[in-house]
C-alpha cells in the first residue's frame, strides 16, 4: 500500500449539513479489497456483541486489525479535517485514534439492525458490496421511510417533531464516519442475496497504533471486574 493515499481520499468527501458531523467519502478499492479478504478469513463469531438481527457478524482479530490500521488510518485524518470546517474551529490538540472493534455483516433477506448506538468516539460503516437485487429492489421502493438495505440516523430526543433523520442507500466502496453516539439502523430487504459491510469503533485515548487488547477474548474490562467487586460487597 502507498503512504500518500490522503490526497486521493480528499477527492470524494461529502459533510451532511445536517445535525451531528457525518461524513460520507469513498474508499480506494486497494482498501476494499483488504477488508473483503480478511472477513472471508475469519471465524470469530460477532453477533452476541451486536445489536443486529444478522446471523452471520465476524469479527477481525487483532492481527488482521493491525494490518487494516495503515488503510484507515488516512480516513479518519480526512474526517478530523472535515470536522474542522464542519464546526468553524480548529482543534487545539490534534485526536488520536484507538481501533476498538472492527466487524463484517453478511446481512441476508429479511435480516436487520434495529436502532441503536456504538461505543467509542466515532464509529464507520463500510459497504463491500451491494448485490444488484438490492439495488433493484431500492429502486422500485414506493416508500418515504428508508428504503430495503438502506441506512437511516436519528438526531434529536423528544416529541416526534423533535427528531430528524437522515437516510442513504449505500454504494459499493461508500464509508460513513459520525459520532458514536448518533442513533442509527439499517432496513430489511426481501431479495434473496448478500450485502456485505465492515463497521468499527475507535476511541480517542491513545494513539490509532495501539490496539486495546482483550476486545475480541470476552475478557472483562477493568471497569467490569469493578463493579463485579462493588456488587459482592453490598
Known amino acids: 500500500m502507498e503512504k500518500d493515499k490522503k490526497e486521493e481520499v480528499k477527492i470524494e468527501v461529502n459533510t451532511f449539513n445536517w445535525g451531528p458531523c457525518v461524513v460520507r467519502m469513498k474508499i480506494l478499492e486497494d482498501f476494499r479489497k483488504v477488508l473483503l479478504d480478511e472477513a472471508r478469513n475469519t471465524e470469530l463469531d460477532f453477533q452476541h456483541r451486536l445489536a443486529g438481527q444478522i446471523a452471520k457478524e465476524r469479527g477481525y482479530n487483532e492481527k488482521q486489525r493491525e494490518k487494516i490500521i495503515p488503510y484507515l488510518s488516512p480516513y479518519l485524518g ?111 430487504f426481501e431479495s434473496d442475496c448478500v450485502r456485505i459491510s465492515v463497521s468499527g469503533n475507535v476511541h480517542d485515548s491513545a494513539p490509532l497504533s495501539q490496539v486495546r487488547k482483550g476486545m475480541l477474548k470476552n475478557e472483562k474490562t477493568e471497569d467490569e471486574k469493578y463493579l463485579e467487586e462493588l456488587k459482592e460487597k453490598l
Not at 466515532?122 to 437485487?133: D, G, N, Q, R, T
Open 78 to 188: 480526512v474526517y478530523d479535517e472535515a470536522f474542522q470546517r464542519y464546526q468553524n474551529k480548529k482543534y487545539e490538540n490534534k485526536p488520536e485514534y484507538a481501533l476498538t472493534a472492527l466487524w463484517c455483516n453478511f446481512q441476508r433477506q429479511h435480516e436487520f439492525n434495529p436502532p441503536h448506538d456504538h461505543d467509542g468516539k466515532l464509529s464507520f460503516v463500510i459497504y463491500l458490496s451491494i448485490p444488484e437485487k438490492l439495488k433493484e429492489e431500492n429502486k422500485a421502493y414506493k416508500g418515504k421511510s428508508c428504503g430495503p438495505g438502506g441506512i437511516q440516523f436519528l438526531y434529536g430526543d423528544g416529541p416526534r417533531d423533535a427528531v430528524t433523520y437522515m437516510s442513504y442507500m449505500p454504494k459499493d466502496g461508500d464509508m460513513f464516519i459520525f459520532p458514536a453516539w448518533l442513533k442509527h439502523w439499517v432496513s430489511p
